[in-house]
C-alpha cells in the first residue's frame, strides 16, 4: 500500500477525534523559504491550539504520507525538485519512488483516502485569466471528492466568475463564511455573490453534512475572507496581478509552473504585501477548518 498514516493521525481517526487535513504544494512552491516552514508549523500549531488533530500531506520516496514529523515538513520545504502531484501524477511519482508535494486536488484524494472531511488551504485553483483553456485539476476534484475545502476563494490571479460558473456547474457548493460574496483571496469581496451564505463554522458545518446524508457526493467549498486587518486594497493587488500575467505570457510559462510563477511575481511586485496577506488567510483558514471539523 502506497498510502500511510502518521501514528498521532492514525490514533485521532480512529477515535473518531476531529482531524484537518493540510496541503504541502503551498510549501514547497507556494511561499518562499524560510516563511513556507513557518507557515507549516504554524498551521499544524492553530490546528492544534483549536483542539483538532493537524495532518500535513504529502508523498515522500512515492508513498503518500497524511501526516508528517517535523523532520519531513523541513525536508519538504528546504528540498529542491520536489513535485507538484495533483490526481495525473499519483501513479508516475509512486512508481519512480519521487517526492512530491500535494495540491488542493491530490490532498483531497489522500484526505478521502484516510477518511478526513476538513481540508484547509489558501485558495483553490481555478480558471486561469490570461489562458481560459489552463482549469486547474482542483475544480474536478471538487465536484467528485467528498472534502470540505477551507480557503479565501480563489486565488485572486484566477479568473474569479469563471471559476465559478465551473463550480456551479459541476454542482459544488460555495459556502461563505459570514459573507454573500465570493472572497477574492487578497481582498475581502469580488462582487460575485454568493448563494449560501454560514453565520459561523457550526452552520457550514451543518451545510456539508446535510449534502453528505441526503447521499451526494463530492466536495464543498467554504470561502473564509481574509482577516480584514491583513486585505490589501484591491487596486494595489489587481495592478500587481495585471502585470504578473503580462510577464507570465511574455516569458511562455505554461502548465503546472503558471500558478507558483504567478504568486512569486506578485509577492515581488507588492514589495511582500501579498506574501504577508498570504499567511494571513492561511492561519485564519487553519482556524477556521479545525472549528469546522470539529462541529462535524
Ligand atoms: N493557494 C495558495 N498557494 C498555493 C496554492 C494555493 O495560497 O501555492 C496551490 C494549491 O496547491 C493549488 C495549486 O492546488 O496552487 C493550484 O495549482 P494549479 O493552478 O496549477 O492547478
Ligand atoms: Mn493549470
Redesign the pocket.
Known sequence: MSFSLSPEVSLALAAGRPVVAL????IA???PRPRNLELARRMEAIVRDCGATPATIAILGGQVKVGLTDDELHYLANTDGVW?V?RRDFGPIAARKADG???????MIAAAWAGIKVFA??????V?RGDRT?V???LPELARTSVAVV??GA?AI?DLPATLEWLETAGVPVIGLQTDEFPA?YSRSSGLRLEARAESTAEAAAMVKAKWDMGLTGGAVIAAPIPAEAALPADEIDAAIDRAIAAAEAQGVK??????FL?AKVAELTGGHSLKA?IA??ENNARVAAEVAIAL
Open positions: 496541503e504541502s504544494t503551498v512552491h507556494g511561499l507538484k495533483s508535494a500535494t495540491t488542493v486536488a491530490g490532498t488551504t489558501g485558495g483553490i485553483g481555478g486561469h489552463d486547474s485539476a482542483d480557503c479565501a486565488k484566477l483571496f502548465g503546472k509552473a503558471v500558478t507558483p504568486l498570504n488567510l492561511l
